[in-house]
């Protein structure tokens, strides 16, 4: 019992961490338990897609798609307190130029945003929606065919789960880096510490599960309400190879400019392969042709 207590405090710290949501007194905090929440990055990105999937259900009943969506991803970023998008347009700031290692770093230091920052920012969030919406949004030749009558319902399951999974699965990417690379900047300095340090194997192999325990959900709840099991599969493992594909990338960009990772790379690396993940969902559940 003492080991599950333990065990709810992580994940509720992993929570408070990545969100703005406010968690128990009595959780305490101290600072090695920073990097032993990594675990539930994944559980937790789960719980911000699902309710950027109910805002966008309940702004769906009212408005048409492309409200809906914009509704849906203004919570989760006031959710989050755009902690991963700020993180984004700083490496957009310190990397977009040809600077020196150094001043990249001292460049994401500063709080002030950019162009390159600024630039980034809107085309991430641009693209973003624009998934969403296509996603979301029937095509002229199933609006005119003979079976419509519930196609912006599962248009809109599809999107839901969508969220879900692409939310989840991209905050296990910065886990990975972590694994992976060494910290760039001042390990002394850094505002989290703990996240400076590599996280242990068995830290990455408990992310790792509770990212299939949420592909192993989504199953589950498509195969008891009927719907085509297969098709989900396929959006599964091609959003998440994509997402993989793009944390390859994202690790070689950072060990090359900058020696490994920092706060705000590990931001980057969230939106990045978040946005990846949708557009290769995008083709495999709503495909042009």
Not at 139 to 154: D, K, Y
Not at 168 to 194: E, F, M
Not at 198 to 209: C, E, K
Request: charged share 10%; hydrophobic share 55%.
């Amino acid at each position: 019992m003492k080991a599950l207590a333990h065990e709810v405090r992580l994940l509720l710290i992993a929570l408070q961490f990545l969100t703005r949501v406010p968690v128990p007194a009595w959780v305490g905090f101290q600072p090695e338990w920073l990097q032993g929440c990594l675990r539930y990055f994944p559980l937790v990105g789960a719980m911000v897609g699902l309710a950027g999937a109910l805002v966008l259900a309940v702004a769906s009943a009212w408005w048409p798609p492309s409200v809906a969506v914009v509704l849906s991803m203004a919570f989760t970023v006031w959710l989050t307190g755009g902690f991963h998008e700020d993180g984004w347009a700083d490496t957009c700031d310190g990397l977009g130029g040809s600077v020196s290692r150094e001043r990249a770093l001292e460049i994401m230091k500063d709080s002030r945003l950019g162009s390159y920052g600024s630039l980034g920012l809107v085309l991430m969030l641009g693209l973003k929606a624009a998934a969403l919406v296509a996603l979301s949004t029937p095509l002229f030749t199933e609006l005119n065919s003979a079976q419509t009558s519930g196609v912006h319902q599962v248009l809109l399951g599809w999107t839901m789960m969508a969220l879900i999974w692409c939310h989840a699965l991209s905050r296990l990417v910065p886990v990975c880096l972590i694994r992976v690379l060494p910290y760039a900047g001042d390990t002394a300095h850094a505002k989290a510490k703990p996240l400076a340090m590599q996280v242990s194997a068995a830290g990455l192999v408990a992310a790792t599960v509770w990212a299939g325990l949420i592909a192993l959900a989504l199953w589950g709840f498509l195969l008891h309400a009927g719907w085509p099991t297969d098709t989900l599969l396929s959006a599964l493992g091609q959003a998440a190879l994509a997402m993989a594909v793009g944390g390859a990338v994202c690790a070689r960009w950072f060990k090359r400019r900058l020696g490994g990772f920092t706060g705000d790379t590990l931001g980057a690396s969230q939106q990045i392969t978040e946005v990846m993940g949708l557009l290769a969902w995008l083709t495999v559940v709503h495909p042009v042709a």
